[in-house]
């Protein structure tokens, strides 16, 4: 993708307001999507979320209802709920260091590099490590968005719901895991969206970017 066509594609995608039920999202659309989340930067490389893909329509209903009634959780075709570990835990960091050694072998100080991250991470107040592994999550939220953009398959990113009800709904918690973020996929319908024909605003350059030379 050249950088004129992916500002294009920037530019294209909006928060869709509403999206058309009889339009689906590809299959092979949403597994590229889904493939992106996945190949998304983590701190460490530790990925401390999980990806819920959620099509069956009770309970994308029920989320509904808990993402104050917003349409496209049902609208749309596909929902993605971020959750984040709840905490960092020797299993989950060991589990990472043997990710690493079946893929990489068993190279030098990979031992002393996960055990410093315990010994930085373990001791610490489990929200913090919550809050650092949902940022993680939005991370992966963001490259989602982008590949969906890329492939024309609309999006709308959502905060507004109520975590503990859809951490309910998805048996979270008995996990490990809190949701953070919800992102519905589809098309958009342009009849009834007010947002599609309006322009895209956004801060110019000169008020956002501070060049260090």
Do not use: C
Not at 77 to 82: D, Q
């Amino acid at each position: 993708m050249t950088t004129t066509s992916l500002t294009e594609r920037m530019n294209w995608r909006y928060a869709t307001k509403a999206m058309d039920p009889s339009k689906p999202a590809a299959d092979d659309h949403i597994e590229a999507i889904i493939e992106a989340v996945r190949m998304a930067p983590t701190s460490s490389g530790t990925q401390p979320f999980e990806l819920f893909v959620v099509t069956n329509p009770e309970v994308r209903t029920r989320i509904r209802a808990a993402a104050h009634d917003q349409g496209p959780v049902t609208d749309g075709s596909h929902l993605f709920v971020f959750a984040a570990w709840d905490n960092y835990t020797d299993e989950r960091i060991d589990e990472v260091v043997q990710l690493n050694k079946d893929a990489r072998g068993d190279i030098p100080l990979i031992d002393d590099y996960y055990n410093n991250l315990k010994a930085g991470y373990l001791p610490r107040d489990p929200e913090v490590n919550y809050n650092h592994a949902a940022r993680q999550a939005f991370i992966a939220l963001g490259f989602a968005m982008l590949a969906a953009a890329e492939l024309e398959v609309d999006t709308t990113p959502m905060e507004g719901f109520e975590p503990a009800q859809v951490d309910e709904i998805l048996g979270l918690s008995e996990r490990g895991l809190r949701s953070v973020a919800l992102l519905a996929l589809g098309h958009r319908n342009p009849e009834s969206d007010w947002l599609v024909a309006m322009p895209k605003v956004r801060k110019s350059l000169d008020e956002l970017v501070t060049r260090v030379d």
